[in-house]
């Protein structure tokens, strides 16, 4: 069965991180570029960051306000891809996907509806 599995939410102080994880079965994830989203209730689903595929060229890509307090990166070793983040605040709080689009080109450009294999989501929440 082919799909996507994100943990690593939960609850976070202000200030304090995480790190989700998005594990594939059934495929090799580095031969996909990967997507990160995350949906606020009441806000439509964002692409937070995303890398293309390993032999693909180009940096991660970041939303605004991310760029300097999260980092994706591959660990192919166990077929999945880490979204870190820190330095979190309570606008960071929403649920949290990971998608995974077959393609050589940048992964910035494509939408959550466009990438082939969606995971169910991982809830964040930032409180004191």
């Known amino acids: 069965q082919l799909r996507l599995v994100e943990s690593g939410g939960g609850l976070a102080q202000p200030g304090g991180s995480l790190r989700l994880s998005c594990s594939a079965s059934?495929?090799?994830?580095?031969?996909?570029?990967i997507g990160w989203f995350r949906q606020a209730p009441g806000t439509k689903r964002e692409m937070v960051s995303c890398?293309?595929?390993?032999?693909?060229?180009?940096?991660?890509f970041y939303t605004y306000g991310a760029q300097d307090r999260f980092t994706i990166s591959r660990d192919n070793a166990n077929n999945a891809v880490s979204l870190r983040m820190t330095s979190l605040i309570p606008d960071d709080s929403a649920a949290y996907y990971c998608?995974?689009?077959?393609?050589?080109?940048?992964?910035?450009?494509?939408?959550?509806?466009?990438?082939?294999?969606r995971g169910q989501g991982t809830q964040v929440t930032i409180s004191s």
């Open positions: 998608a995974a689009l077959k393609t050589s080109n940048y992964c910035s450009g494509y939408t959550w509806s466009e990438f082939t294999y």
């Open positions: 059934g495929f090799t994830l580095e031969r996909y570029a």
């Open positions: 890398i293309s595929s390993s032999s693909a060229d180009g940096t991660p």
